[in-house]
């Protein structure tokens, strides 16, 4: 009678694992299908919220602020960032909105900030032009590396200085550096204002030429910093003589200083 109830028992243990294993796999798929499921709802949610969000008026753009702007006007800046297309503040993508305004040639960068609910703003940051330069028939506009940014049109005139060099050569980079910091650190005895062109010659040699009184300016390329303070040492002796008004040309070549007079060469 002992060996008959050992037996019945051994016969239900081998069976119970495999339903316990089953059950568990069971429950596995339907914990599983709970969570996708879940997943799905939450899914269908988040599109459906974005849907809402990207096209209700509660975010519409109604406000449009552009600063930094001085030769641009806020009705081009708009309309170069395309915001005519668009009225969700939500839906507006920045990077494409930056991408299109620095399109722009007076555009050097840009920034976008949304100011919800209703708002956006725009800070751009203009090119400053430095010289006008001559291409063909065209006379450009160039930032201070010589760099061409538009032309020069009657609507935005500004008059500066006719900058003649090569920006492709590495020596006129270095040389055109060299003589803008000057001019934005007021190392010259003149002010930018009164220059009518700069011209940056082979003949180891850069010209400028001055309107307020007809003197011409040339300065060696070898030592120019040095060059340049010498020219501002010659400018300051020749102007306490009161001698300006008779002098037509001012060389500063090696460190070497010439003087020349409209009636005669000193």
């Known amino acids: 009678m002992a060996k008959h109830n050992a037996y019945r028992h051994n016969r239900g243990s081998r069976w119970a694992a495999p339903l316990i294993l089953l059950a568990k796999v069971l429950a596995g798929l339907v914990w599983g299908f709970c969570v996708l499921a879940l997943l799905v709802a939450v899914s269908l949610g988040l599109v459906a919220g974005y849907r809402w969000a990207t096209t209700t008026q509660v975010f519409d753009v109604h406000e449009v602020q552009v600063h930094g702007v001085q030769r641009l006007s806020r009705q081009e800046v708009v309309a170069q ?12 993508s920045l990077w494409k909105i930056r991408r299109d305004l620095q399109e722009h040639p007076w555009i050097e960068s840009v920034a976008l900030f949304r100011h919800f609910p209703h ?13 006008w330069r001559q291409q063909g028939q065209r006379v450009y506009y160039a930032d201070q590396h010589g760099e061409i940014i538009a032309p020069v049109q009657v609507d935005s005139f500004t008059s500066l200085p006719l900058l003649v ?3 492709n050569q590495l020596r006129d980079q270095r040389d055109l550096a060299i003589v ?36 011409r300016v040339v300065l060696g390329r070898e030592h120019l910093q040095s060059n340049m303070r010498g020219l501002t040492s010659i400018w300051n002796d020749v102007r306490a003589r009161d001698e300006l008004e008779g002098i037509d040309r001012i060389m500063v070549l090696e460190g070497r200083g010439w003087v020349g007079y409209r009636s005669e060469r000193v």
């Open 119 to 131: 708002g956006l703003r725009i800070e751009v940051e203009e090119e400053i032009p430095f010289f």
């Open 180 to 215: 803008s910091r000057g001019m934005e650190h007021n190392r010259f005895p003149f002010g930018f204002a009164v220059i009518a062109w700069i011209r940056f010659q082979d003949n180891n040699r850069v010209e400028i030429a001055l309107t307020d009184r007809d003197i």
């Open 165 to 167: 060099c090569d920006p």
């Open 81 to 92: 960032a395309g915001l005519d297309r668009f009225r969700n503040l939500l839906d507006l």
